[in-house]
Nanobody, 115 residues
Framework: QVQLVESGGGLVQPGGSLRLSCAAS????????MGWYRQAPGKQREVVAI???????NYGGAVKGRFTISKDNAKNSVYLQMNSLKPEDTAVYYC?????????WGQGTQVTVSS
């Protein structure tokens, strides 16, 4: 089993920045992908950013150019730097790890962008 623990969410004003962190523990082997998804009230969960085992990354269209995903393999951790935040970025952000054919989710962290 793999456990994911997110941190770094909170309340921020429009135009501000936040940095989310996610630490993975448990039965982790090399070659996994990690990423971030988000779900706003009344909406489906959507991909925010994914970083592959080799380090390549992809972003959802709504955040491209504003958010940056990175990872630290030594710490089994993934980060999401969120800049130029907008009210529509308000959502619960979930960390995700895929190892072989199995996906794991964190418990989620709330991000609220409001003045």
């Amino acid at each position: 089993q793999v456990q994911l623990v997110e941190s770094g969410g909170g309340l921020v004003q429009p135009g501000g920045s936040l940095r989310l962190s996610c630490a993975a523990s448990g039965s982790i082997v090399s070659g996994y992908a990690m990423g971030w998804y988000r779900q706003a009230p009344g909406k489906q969960r959507e991909v925010v950013a994914i970083i592959a085992a080799g380090g390549s990354s992809n972003y959802g269209g709504a955040v491209k150019g504003r958010f940056t995903i990175s990872k630290d393999n030594a710490k089994n951790s993934v980060y999401l730097q969120m800049n130029s935040l907008k009210p529509e970025d308000t959502a619960v952000y979930y960390c995700y790890l895929q190892q072989w054919s199995t996906g794991y989710w964190g418990q989620g962290t709330q991000v609220t962008v409001s003045s």
